[in-house]
């Protein structure tokens, strides 16, 4: 059974930069794809970023492109967002997620497994 684990979140102002990373148990964390999502106060859970078996592919929702990077380390089962020149309506609730698949997905439905979750809040 695959176990997802958030850690790094916390407290960070405007402009700020903060890294969360998701450790992966349970199976070969090569034949997964990963994402993150975010869910904010009040807003429905959404896409944020996504990142293929060797981290060679990657895709971005057009609020976080060119302020987030997703990256993975096969070697150490860890899944990394990097979040820099963040804003206050960055703040959220944010989930890894896994699938057992070739091309990462943009929706949730795609992925089969997820993490608890790590808080990031993000003051002006």
């Known amino acids: 059974q695959v176990q997802l684990v958030e850690s790094g979140g916390g407290l960070v102002q405007a402009g700020g930069s903060l890294r969360v990373s998701c450790a992966f148990s349970?199976?070969?964390?090569?034949?997964?794809?990963m994402a993150w999502f975010r869910q904010a106060p009040g807003k429905e859970r959404e896409f944020v970023s996504a990142?293929?078996?060797?981290?060679?592919?990657?895709y971005y929702s057009d609020s976080v492109k060119g302020r987030f990077t997703i990256s993975r380390d096969n070697a150490k089962n860890t899944l990394y967002l990097q979040m820099n020149s963040l804003k206050p309506e960055d703040t959220a609730v944010y989930y890894c997620a896994a699938a057992p698949s070739v091309l990462p997905g943009r929706e949730q439905y795609e992925y089969k497994y997820w993490g608890q979750g790590t808080q990031v809040t993000v003051y002006s």
């Open positions: 990142i293929n078996w060797s981290g060679g592919s990657t």
């Open positions: 349970g199976r070969t964390f090569a034949s997964y794809v």
